[in-house]
C-alpha cells in the first residue's frame, strides 16, 4: 500500500520553483514545473550529496549545481550514465501536496545495488562503485559475498578468462574485519582492479553446457586442442551434474608451463574461493577453463626445451622420503654455476616427500625475490620487473596447494616448471656484495616506519622484527602506497603468501623489501623503447630471465 505523506499545501510551490521537504526519515527535493506538475527525488545528489533542491530544472531534466550530473524527473535516471537518484511519486490532495514515502523491500534495495555496481564497475565508475558496495554491506550483505562478486564480475568479462582479481578476492578475506569502512576499503582494492581493463567490455557468453562420458579426459584434450568453446562447455555439464571441476582443472593448469604459473596459481585460489561463497560457481569456473586454455605455454619456449622433453621422458609419482637437505638444496638451486642441482632436483620427485620439494623451491624463490635488484626494475630496456620476480615464489606456493587438494600425479609437473623458472631468473640478482646484513631487535612500528621511509635496511629491520606483523603489513598495503591495481594486487598476493610460508624467515624478509621499494609504476618508456625496436630494428624485447 502507498504511504501517502503529506508534504505542504500547492500554493507554496510556484510554478518553476522548487522546495525541501524534510521528515524524520526523508529529505526530498520538490518540484512544481511550468506545466503545474509536481516530481520528487532525494534532496542529496548520488555523486556527491550536494543537496539537488538548488540545481536547475530545464523541461524534465534536473541539473546538479555541483559537477552538473543531470536526472530525469520522471524516473530518478542519470542521463550521464551514473547512479540514479531515488524518484517518488506525487499526488496533489485537496490542495496538499503529497509524497509517496513507501519503504523499499531491502531485497529490492540490495538487488538494485548489485546491478549498480556492476553498471559501476563497466563504466570504471570508482566513487559508484564504493557508495554500492558501503549499501550492500549497510544492508547485512556478508562482505564475502562481495568479494565474491568482484570474482564473478571479473569472470564475466575479463576478455581471456580469470585474472589477478580472483586470488586477489580470495586472499582480501582475510583483511575483512566488520567495520563498514574498513571493509569497504578492503573490497575497493577487488573492485578497481577489476574494472581498470573491463571497462565498456561486453560481458561473456558462455556455451550451453554439454554432457562427457570422460570429463577429465575429454577437458583436458579441449584444452589441449584450444578448443574454447567445448572446454568451458564441458566444465558447466559437470556443474550442471553435480561433478566438481576443480581437480580436472588442476591436472589442465600442470600439463603445461602456463603463463609463469598464473594458471595454476588462479586454480588453486578458485577453489579457496569457491569454500566460502559458491553463489557463481558458474562464471568462475567458465572464465578459469578460458584463462588455462589461453595462457602462454611458456614450455614449448627453445628456453625451456632441456625441462619439456625432462617432463615428458618422465612417469610422475610421489616420492615419501624424507628430505633433511632443504636449505642446501635450494642453495645449490640459486647456484647458476651447478649444474648437476637441475638433474638431483629432478630425480628427487619420484623419492622425496613432495612438500619437502616444495620448501626448497619456497626458499630458493625467496630468496631470488630478496636478492632482486632494483636497477633491473629500472632498466626500461628490459622487460623484467619487481612484479615479475614476485612470481616464482606465489607459483611455488601453488603448487603446495594444488598438492593439498589433488593426488593427480601431474601436478608434480610444476615441481620442474618452479625449478627451471627459478634457475632462469639469476640475472635478476643484487651483487652479492650489497645483499641484507643482520640488525638490531626491531618492533612491528619500526618496520612500518622502514616501509613509509622506503629503508634500505628494511630487510634486516623485518628480520629482527619480535611482534607480529601481520596486521600492519596489511595496513600498509591498504594505505595505499602503491598507484596501479596491478601493482596493489602483487602486494596481496605476496605478502599473503610470505605469512603462509612460514618454515623459515626468507619469505617474509622478501615479502618486506618488495612492499617497501619506490619503483615505477608506468611502463610507458618501456613500451616505446620496444615498439621502437620491434618496428624499426626487428629486435624482440630484452628479458633478462629468458
Known amino acids: 500500500m502507498p504511504n501517502w505523506t503529506p508534504a505542504f499545501p500547492l500554493e507554496d510551490l510556484p510554478r518553476g520553483g522548487a522546495k525541501l521537504l524534510k521528515t524524520d526519515t526523508h529529505k526530498l527535493a520538490l518540484f512544481r514545473l511550468e506545466d503545474g506538475e509536481v516530481f520528487a527525488v532525494d534532496n ?13 530544472v530545464k523541461g524534465r531534466v534536473l541539473t546538479c549545481a555541483w559537477h552538473n550530473f543531470k536526472f530525469s524527473l520522471e524516473d530518478g535516471t542519470c542521463l ?68 565474491a562478486y568482484g570474482a564473478a564480475l571479473d569472470a564475466r568479462y575479463s576478455e581471456y578468462g580469470t585474472s589477478h582479481a580472483l586470488p586477489v578476492a580470495t586472499d582480501l578475506i582475510e583483511y575483512l574485519n566488520g567495520d563498514i569502512e574498513h571493509d569497504t576499503l578492503v573490497i575497493m582494492q577487488l573492485m578497481e582492479l577489476v574494472s581498470e581493463p573491463n571497462q565498456r567490455r561486453p560481458r561473456q557468453e558462455w556455451p550451453e553446457p554439454i554432457a562427457a562420458t570422460d570429463f577429465e579426459n575429454e577437458l583436458s584434450q579441449a584444452i589441449e586442442d584450444e578448443h574454447a568453446d567445448r572446454a568451458i562447455a564441458l566444465v558447466r555439464g559437470a556443474l550442471a551434474q553435480g561433478t566438481d571441476p576443480g581437480p580436472a582443472l588442476l ?51 627453445p628456453p625451456m626445451a632441456k625441462w619439456r622433453r625432462w617432463v615428458d621422458e618422465r612417469e610422475f609419482k610421489a616420492g615419501t622420503t624424507p628430505l633433511d637437505h632443504v636449505d642446501e638444496l635450494a642453495q645449490r638451486l640459486l647456484d647458476r654455476k651447478d649444474k648437476q642441482v637441475e638433474q638431483d632436483f629432478a630425480q628427487l620427485i619420484s623419492t622425496s616427500d613432495p612438500q ?27 622487460q ?7 612470481h616464482p615464489l606465489t607459483y611455488a606456493h601453488a603448487i603446495r596447494e594444488s598438492m593439498q587438494r589433488s593426488s593427480n600425479p601431474a601436478i608434480l609437473k610444476n615441481l620442474i616448471w618452479c625449478m627451471a623458472f627459478i634457475r632462469r631468473s639469476h640475472r635478476l640478482d643484487l651483487p652479492e656484495a650489497v645483499r641484507p646484513q643482520p640488525h638490531d631487535p626491531t618492533t612491528p612500528g619500526d618496520l612500518i616506519a622502514a616501509l613509509a621511509g ?32 596491478i601493482y596493489i594486487a602483487h602486494q596481496i598476493k605476496t605478502a599473503r603468501v610470505a605469512l603462509q610460508e612460514d618454515r623459515a624467515d626468507t619469505p617474509l624478509l622478501a615479502a618486506a623489501r618488495f612492499l617497501s621499494m619506490p619503483a615505477t609504476e608506468r611502463g610507458i618508456r618501456a613500451q616505446v623503447h620496444d615498439a621502437t625496436q620491434l618496428v624499426i630494428h626487428g629486435n624482440l624485447p630484452r628479458r633478462l630471465s629468458s
Open 44 to 56: 542529496a545528489c548520488p555523486h556527491e550529496g550536494y543537496p539537488l533542491v538548488q540545481g536547475e
Open 80 to 147: 550521464k550514465g551514473d547512479e540514479a537518484v531515488r524518484h517518488y511519486a506525487t499526488r496533489t490532495n485537496n490542495g496538499t501536496i503529497e509524497v509517496d514515502l513507501t519503504a523499499e523491500e531491502p531485497a529490492v534495495a540490495i538487488e538494485k545495488a548489485w546491478q549498480s555496481l556492476e553498471e559501476a564497475v563497466v563504466e570504471n565508475q570508482t566513487g559508484r562503485m564504493a557508495r554500492d558496495v558501503v549499501r550492500l554491506l549497510h544492508a547485512g550483505v556478508p562482505a564475502v559475498q562481495v568479494l
Open 251 to 301: 591436472r589442465c593448469a600442470s600439463e603445461h608451463f602456463l603463463g609463469f604459473g598464473h594458471a595454476l596459481i588462479y586454480s588453486t585460489k578458485t577453489l579457496e574461493l569457491l569454500e566460502h561463497d559458491d553463489t557463481h560457481k558458474d562464471d568462475i569456473f567458465s572464465a578459469l577453463t578460458l584463462r588455462i586454455l589461453s595462457s602462454t605455454r611458456e614450455d614449448t619456449l
Open 356 to 382: 619437502q620439494l616444495v620448501d626448497v623451491l619456497v626458499e630458493a624463490a625467496a630468496q631470488r625475490l630478496l636478492n632482486f635488484n632494483p636497477a633491473v626494475h629500472e632498466d626500461w630496456k628490459t
Open 384 to 390: 623484467d620487473g619487481w612484479l615479475f620476480v614476485t
Open 454 to 485: 622506503h629503508d634500505p635496511q628494511i630487510v634486516d629491520i623485518a628480520h629482527a622484527c619480535t611482534g607480529d606483523i601481520t596486521g600492519p603489513l596489511r595496513s600498509w598495503i591498504l594505505a595505499g602506497q602503491a598507484t596501479r591495481p
